[in-house]
């Protein structure tokens, strides 16, 4: 298990000078993933075994409306037909990993099936205290005038019910949800985040949206899946764009912070095609392993997102307006960092120098750029020269994304 223990490390709180915290340790987890609780094709032991053998910290697994408790059983056939795969199926695979003995088999109406292991069960299997952490989570799969609204919604006590109001727009079912989340996080007493996944998922939401949602924090950045629209198109922005104009009209206009943005991989299929594990995570400064940990330093801004670049250190100045940052190096693989913002008296109709301006562009291994007094706020895009080993879309490097500072 690698946990990124950095003591030389210094993260952002926001509004506030440079932090040494000697004493945090640094989780990489996925907040999105899918198993055959809801549309993945894997069972989700395998699922988490894949993920804890790769050295992450902590997995989500966020199936749709539902958590990994109480009975399922599914049929062999609809298992089989899933996985969409060539030589071994799912059900060999598991058994060549955990053995005959680790199937529960039942029969109902003739058909042959297995019940699935419950998060419970999956939590005794493997979780270590200290080394691997399995974050109770779920999708939230509404839908807002026939569109697809899904908001992840991590370290939960129970399912969130979704909003379904065809006739409601979907700002309006973005806020119903966040504030269901909210509401079972204040009943459960425990700390509880959400993000809204893949804005261009069906052209679903706008920027406008997330702008404009009061309780929205937190956004995809990156989402591994490749039908997701990550890029966008000729008339509709990317998803990190869709992130700089969402928090130039909360700052500017709306007087709310930005929107924190996450990697995540959106795993669905594990059996051949389109193998989705290891494109997106999120690396967390938190004091210790464990949900209301995660949820604490997360909603304190202590973490970034990933689809392949580490990162060795952030450091945020608010006194100069210096943000430093610096990338492990790996041989052969070199880094340029954008530093990217909005300035006061942007120009919404300018492609280069309006919302999401690059202030700069530094290549190496360390860059640091001050913020200039007329920015709404400052952050940074780190592009390797590495191929991401397993694309979801053409040509795609690795990347970092540093969380918008100097805002206050």
Known sequence: ????????????????????????????????THSLWSDGNDFPEMIIDWYKTRGYDFLALTDHNVLQEGEKWMDLAAIKKRQRAIGRNAVSKCVARFGEDWIQWETREDKKGIIMKTLEQCRAKFEEPGKFYLLPAEEVSNT??????HINALNLSGVVPAVKDDEAPVADVMQRSFELIEDHGKKSGKPVLAHLNHPNFQWAVTADDLARVALGGYMEVYNGHPGINHLGDETRPGDEKIWDIANTIRLAELDKAPLYGVATDDSHTYHGGDVSPGRGWVVVGAEELG????V??????????????????????NENGKLKIRMRKVEGVTYRTEFIGTRKGYDATAEETGIGEVFASIEGNTAAFTIPTDALYLRAT????????????????EQAWVQPVGWK
């Open 291 to 294: 949900g209301d940990a995660i």
């Open 296 to 317: 604490h330093a997360m909603k304190a801004g202590k973490f970034y997102a990933s689809s392949g670049v580490e990162l060795e250190s952030i450091a945020f100045d």
């Open 382 to 397: 780190i592009h390797s020269s590495r191929r991401h080993p397993n694309p979801s879309y053409p040509d795609q490097k």
């Open 1 to 32: 298990m690698r946990v990124l223990t950095l003591p030389f490390l210094a993260l952002l709180l926001t509004n506030a000078q440079a932090f040494d915290y000697d004493a945090t340790q640094w989780f990489k987890g996925n907040t999105h």
């Open 144 to 149: 807002a005038s026939k569109k697809p609204v």
